[in-house]
């Protein structure tokens, strides 16, 4: 894949560290079908390049991380209703088989179709603007399909008050920390630096296990508890080998990384 032909989105790897920048501040980096087709590559790409161990996915302009989608240019849905597919599944890394860990960096408005990203990621900062909520329902349409991931991680009482209010109330960066949301809320300059840093941290251990960690913890939510111990044992036996071929002994740290 030839990074340098997209044009919904900048994406740059530089030591082990797939960046992704959103860049349709114009649109409130609102998704496009072609922004859709990108994604979809671009997360293939990344499952398939051993030299990306590690994504994160950001957005450019000041006002928006991202409103959804596109609601000027629409998106497409097949007129044959035994043939459609949700259209945001272009968007989810796990939905496409990459399990290489993404990190999302969101700032100012974090709206609707803009959970697809949320939903997956794996670890989520914020900067203390930015602000979540979903807007369907003051537009007359159901929301499921954002909201039904959603909550998969948060509590259901809260992803129920987000929709319910729609346009009427917006989930700020500290209550979304609060409910475990997002892990670190940082100031709007230093926001990229910090999701550098955590990047760069994740992509220098084995990738082997960081990828069987975070498939066999996902997983783990679509299976009863026996079912998941079985399957993570299996990706031990698997990984570990692998992961422990990796390790470069010089650069595991002898001391524990503050936590913020």
């Known amino acids: 894949m030839d990074l340098e032909t997209l044009t919904t989105v900048i994406a740059e790897l530089d030591e082990h560290v797939l960046t992704i920048t959103l860049n349709r501040p114009d649109r409130m980096n609102s998704f496009t079908n072609e922004m859709r087709a990108e994604f979809r590559s671009l997360w293939a ?33 097949s007129d044959n209703v035994f043939s459609r597919r949700d259209p945001g599944a272009d968007l989810s890394p796990k939905q496409n088989g990459c399990w290489k860990p993404l990190i999302c960096a969101v700032h100012g408005l974090v709206a609707g179709g803009a959970l697809y990203w949320i ?7 914020a900067s203390d603007d930015a602000q979540f909520f979903d807007p369907h329902v003051s537009y007359g349409l159901v929301a ?22 729609g346009l009427d ?14 892990t670190e809320i940082v100031s709007r300059d230093t926001l990229w630096a910090r999701a550098s840093d955590l990047a760069a941290r994740i992509a220098a251990k084995p990738p082997a296990a960081i990828q069987g960690s975070v498939r066999a913890i996902w997983e783990s939510k679509d299976a009863t508890r026996s079912q998941a111990l079985a399957t993570g044992m299996s990706y031990t036996s698997l990984g570990n080998p692998i992961g422990k071929a990796q390790v470069v002994r010089s650069e595991v740290p002898t001391r524990a990384y503050e936590v913020r």
């Open 144 to 165: 499921a399909l954002e909201p039904i991931g959603l909550a998969h991680r948060i509590p259901i009482g809260e992803v129920l008050r987000m929709v319910l209010l």
């Open 45 to 77: 790409f990344a499952a398939e390049t051993d030299d990306v161990h590690v994504i994160v996915l950001r957005a450019a302009g000041d006002r928006a991380f991202s409103t959804g989608m596109d609601v000027k240019e629409g998106t497409y849905v």
């Open 119 to 125: 939903n997956e990621a794996d670890i989520i900062i």
């Open 169 to 182: 109330e917006r989930m700020s960066a500290e209550r979304a920390h609060q409910i475990g949301l997002v």
